[in-house]
């Protein structure tokens, strides 16, 4: 009961001071230690359910924690036996301790929190308070239940004189555990809550059927609301724009810091980009992809402005909630790499669960190597391993060829010797797609589909997916049929035919879908 009022201040304390803290710290460790296949097969396996469950087996092991340690001092240090208040601040300080010096160095974040990236008051504050809260609760509950049983009650009586302390000390007991009980249960429920809440992301209605005349079902422009989300905690941050700013610092002449509306005020660019999750699959429908438009300022202006010295080879990024990666200097000077603040039709800004109020777009890599809630630009001599590369993933996240079999989907029936559609997507990150061949016989023929261009939605660019099609298709024979899609990039690349998993670089493979062919 101890543990889950430690645990309830560690839960409420992120989403009041909107950071990150003890429990988000922990969370990022543990994943350094988790191979990659393991990551991978527990992406495949629970989706975006992932990342909540292990949060969750993260509190459930601070309860664990919290009365291992509480055991411990009952039995070993006799705590529930001394005086309350040299006890309890003896069980602060050790807990606090435990946390600060043994817990955060463990799981990667420094002796004390040296290394934790994000808010050192978020981070320390509620660790004392949950250390006081735990120290009160463990005490108080220790002493009642001595004073309930009888154990020590000839030390407590001789202590206090009379029983009616005693009967105190069991009614104190009495409100410590409704307390500690009440807390394990808003703490279950929040931990559930943000479980099924982190679940419930990224999953929308598919649409079967297509336009007439059109690409297929899925449309050219993502809306907003369904566009994919991915970060490493299980919820966004939510910026103060007013208060936010962008320092740029390093190998640069002339730091600076800039508001939102300095950066706006700035020549803006806007275009369409796709958008891929490096964890996105290939060989199932998969909802981690999405094409927006986008609206900001070149990262070539903003470094321009402040001067790039000679010695400097690298663009090293820092978000608010810790997350840090990297980038040749060459390729952030690429003019189709931006600094976004607005994503959607014209005037809409960021949302927090896509970086609001500004986040890094670069082109030809995964989701991984873009940052959302940008607030630091640090010019280097030298490399740093990012966020996940920490973790062993790809280095470079460029995007790897990718296709998809939209309609028809795994186990639909179509009539034998009767003309259908199949319509897809593919995605090549910033070389274009130049074709696009698809197989109604398992890859043992193939047929070039047509391709949506540029002149036909603006929407569709080098730098974006593109939608294509195969109409007229005609499958003879009754039985099972494999409908096999690959595609080509703009630089004749022909997309990678080996089935792997995404991580730690991209999927590979050529998407199958088996339909049942009817009688007509």
Not at 129 to 138: D, H, R, T
Not at 142 to 159: D, F, K, T
Not at 275 to 295: E, M, P
Request: proline letters at 7%; a neutral charge.
């Amino acid at each position: 009961m101890a543990g889950g009022i430690a645990l309830l201040i560690l839960l409420l304390a992120p989403l009041l001071l909107n950071a990150d803290g003890f429990l988000e710290a922990i969370h990022n460790g543990v994943t350094r230690y988790v191979p990659t296949s393991l990551l991978d097969t527990a992406i495949a396996t629970f989706g975006a359910y992932a990342k909540g469950l292990l949060f969750a087996g993260i509190c459930l092991t601070v309860i664990g924690a919290g009365a291992l340690t509480g055991w411990a001092l009952n039995r070993l240090a006799g705590v529930g036996r001394g005086g309350p208040v040299v006890e309890t601040l003896f069980v602060a300080v050790f807990v606090i301790l435990l946390a600060e010096v043994v817990v955060l160095p463990v799981f990667g974040q420094g002796l004390l929190g040296s290394g934790f990236r994000g808010s050192g008051p978020a981070l320390h504050g509620p660790i004392v308070l949950a250390g006081v809260g735990y120290a009160v609760a463990l005490v108080g509950l220790l002493r009642s239940a001595i004073a309930r049983s009888g154990s020590g009650q000839s030390a407590v009586g001789r202590e206090s004189g009379n029983a009616g302390i005693m009967q105190r000390r069991a009614f104190l007991g009495r409100i410590l555990g409704v307390v500690g009980l009440g807390a394990l249960a808003i703490s279950g429920f929040s931990v559930v809550a943000r479980v099924v809440s982190a679940g419930s992301i990224n999953r929308t209605v598919r649409t079967t059927t297509p336009a007439p005349g059109g690409f297929g079902p899925t449309p050219a422009v993502t809306p907003v609301d369904d566009f994919y989300v991915v970060a490493k905690d299980l919820f966004p941050l939510s910026v103060d724009p007013a208060a936010w700013r962008l320092q740029v610092s390093g190998l640069v002449d002339r730091p600076a810091s800039y508001s939102l509306a300095q950066i706006q005020a700035m020549p803006a660019v806007e275009g369409y980009r796709t958008f891929q999750c490096i964890s996105s699959q290939v060989t199932t429908y998969d909802q981690l992809i999405g094409n927006q438009r986008f609206k900001g300022v070149r990262v070539a202006d903003i470094l321009a402005t402040s001067g790039v010295k000679p010695t400097a080879r690298f663009v090293l990024w820092q978000a608010l909630d810790g997350y840090t990666e990297s980038l040749p200097l060459d390729v952030a000077r690429d003019p189709r790499t931006w600094l976004a603040y607005e994503m959607g039709p014209p005037g809409t800004p960021l949302k927090p669960e896509h970086g609001a109020p500004l986040r890094v777009i670069i082109p030809g890599r995964y989701g991984m190597k873009q940052p959302k809630w940008l607030t630091a630009i640090q010019l280097s001599d030298h490399d740093e391993d990012g966020y996940w590369e920490q973790r062993g993933w790809d280095r470079t996240a460029a995007v790897r060829v990718y296709s998809r079999i939209d309609l028809p989907m795994d186990g639909d029936s179509l009539p034998a010797g009767q003309p259908f559609g199949i319509f897809g997507i593919a995605n090549s990150g910033d070389r274009g797609i130049s074709r696009v061949e698809v197989s109604t016989d398992d890859g043992q023929t193939w047929k070039d589909a047509e391709i949506e261009r540029s002149d036909s939605d603006p929407a569709i660019t080098d730098v974006t997916w593109v939608r294509w099609r195969l109409e007229n298709v005609v499958v003879p024979k009754e039985g099972r049929a494999t409908l096999v899609v690959r595609a080509t990039d703009g630089q004749g690349n022909v997309q990678d035919a080996v089935p792997r998993p995404p991580l730690p670089s991209g999927a590979t493979g050529y998407q199958r879908v088996s339909v049942l062919v009817v009688p007509g």
